[in-house]
């Protein structure tokens, strides 16, 4: 079974910035749409930006538009700028075959994808 691993996580104060990254071991996921999700302490898990197979046409929730920025090549890249308080949560990463577009991957629910990681914690202190 393959599993999603994330890396890049950790602690840092609001205005900085830290960048994240997700893949698999001997693993291209050419064919799949990737995103970012998160779910923040007594919360639910919600998206945060997702890239199409081709690496074109980002989508990002509002909440974090202007300020992260996701891109792929092997790897999937989430950069992080201008964190907040409020965006203290576990990041996972996520791979859907059947997502034809970014926009999907915010739409649709979470048994849709193929494959998941296990999340990195991001924190940041005010």
């Known amino acids: 079974q393959v599993q999603l691993a994330e890396s890049g996580g950790g602690s840092v104060q609001a205005g900085g910035s830290l960048r994240l990254s997700c893949g698999a071991p001997?693993?291209?996921?050419?064919?799949?749409?990737m995103g970012w999700f998160r779910q923040a302490p007594g919360k639910e898990r919600e998206f945060v930006g997702a890239?199409?197979?081709?690496?074109g046409n980002p989508y990002y929730a509002d909440s974090v538009k202007g300020r992260f920025t996701v891109s792929r090549d092997n790897v999937l890249y989430l950069q992080m700028n201008s964190l907040k308080p409020e965006d203290t949560a576990i990041y996972s990463c996520?791979?859907?075959?059947?997502?034809?577009?970014?926009?999907?991957?915010?739409?649709?629910?979470?048994?849709?994808?193929?494959?998941w990681g296990r999340g990195t914690l991001v924190s940041v202190s005010s």
């Open positions: 996520a791979a859907c075959l059947h997502c034809t577009t970014a926009q999907t991957m915010a739409r649709v629910g979470p048994d849709v994808m193929a494959y």
């Open positions: 001997g693993r291209t996921f050419v064919n799949y749409a």
């Open positions: 890239i199409r197979r081709s690496g």
